[in-house]
């Protein structure tokens, strides 16, 4: 209830500030304000965290998490309607090294199920421990290669793309720095 008249005290105040030509930009703005995450993620247990703010703005604001990782984190993640997000069919990690101002195109390490029966793929819920994954999960190092599990190189920062792929299927960009 709180955030339905902040949505509108913003949207009121969006119209009167700018005038009635803009009001495609403060519905976009209060609609964005209303988009609530289906998907939580943590990472060695700290939960990834988004600005809010530019979630408001543009749509779209990636997690972050506050201070550093380790090289070998354990990752969960939460889904907070399973029946928004219908049949989940497989759960991917990709995880990629910062190089210079942008981050790697090839993945350092990718993680997925060995099987693609959807009753295979990581749970919500579970944490998992990326150095090492109970079997029935697959890690690939950058050259494609099958490795026992994620070893991260210390004080480097890293993008971890996990992707849920379902009826409506959904991806985190969480960012994360090594310690």
Known sequence: MKQVAMISVLGAGLIGITGCGMLGTGVRVAKNMSHTDNVSVYV??????????????????????????????????????PDKMGRVTSVIINIYQKFEADYSHQADFTI??????????????????LGALPAGFRVLDISGSTVSG?????????????????????TAQVYFETN
Do not use: H, W
Request: glycine share 8%.
């Open 150 to 170: 994620v070893s991260l190189d210390p004080g480097k920062q890293y993008l971890m793309n996990l992707t849920i792929r379902a009826d409506k299927s959904e």
């Open 44 to 81: 060695d247990g700290t939960a990834a965290k988004r600005d809010q703010f530019k979630q408001a703005a543009t749509g779209y604001s990636r997690y972050n998490v506050s201070g550093q990782v380790s090289t070998s984190p354990s990752v969960r993640f939460e889904i907070g309607d």
């Open 112 to 129: 997925v199920a060995n099987s693609n029966d959807p009753a295979a793929q990581m749970r919500p819920g579970q944490t998992y421990n």
